[in-house]
């Protein structure tokens, strides 16, 4: 007895469920009448136009993305490459500030043996 009250609990409810769904129908029909199929056409149309944008914008993201990649590897090659620049230009000195120690060494010696010269 409790399994048939409980079975017709639930075909009442899917009955007032159905005759709600029809009510809301028919309020939707007295409301909008003849326009509703016009509004859901027009709401498709938008909905695809949102989603052909989202597609447009998603592939504007990937193109975007993929230069910024292109623009940050260029970049990391151009400071690679003056890094190295700087380093060869900074050897470079270097080797000559030692070529000047040596040349002030063999300036000094020069200076000496011109001091002799004039002193003898």
């Known amino acids: ?3 048939d ?3 017709n609990n639930n075909t009442s409810t899917q009955d007032s469920n159905v005759e ?3 009510k809301i129908d028919a309020i939707k029909q007295l409301i909008f009448g003849e326009n509703m199929q016009a509004y859901e056409i ?3 149309a938008v909905k695809k136009d949102i989603l052909s944008k989202k597609q447009e914008l998603e592939n504007l993201m ?3 993305r993929k230069e910024l990649l292109q623009n940050i590897d260029n970049l990391s090659t151009d400071i690679n490459i ?3 620049e700087i380093e060869d230009s900074f050897n470079d000195k ?3 500030l030692d070529d000047k120690k040596l040349d002030r060494k063999l300036f000094g ?3 000496i043996n011109l001091g002799e010269k004039i002193s003898k």
């Open 5 to 7: 009250k409980h079975e």
């Open 1 to 3: 007895m409790a399994k």
């Open 109 to 111: 010696d020069l200076l």
């Open 94 to 96: 270097a080797d000559s």
């Open 82 to 84: 003056r890094i190295t």
């Open 62 to 64: 990937d193109d975007v």
């Open 20 to 22: 709600a769904s029809s």
């Open 42 to 44: 027009e709401f498709e």
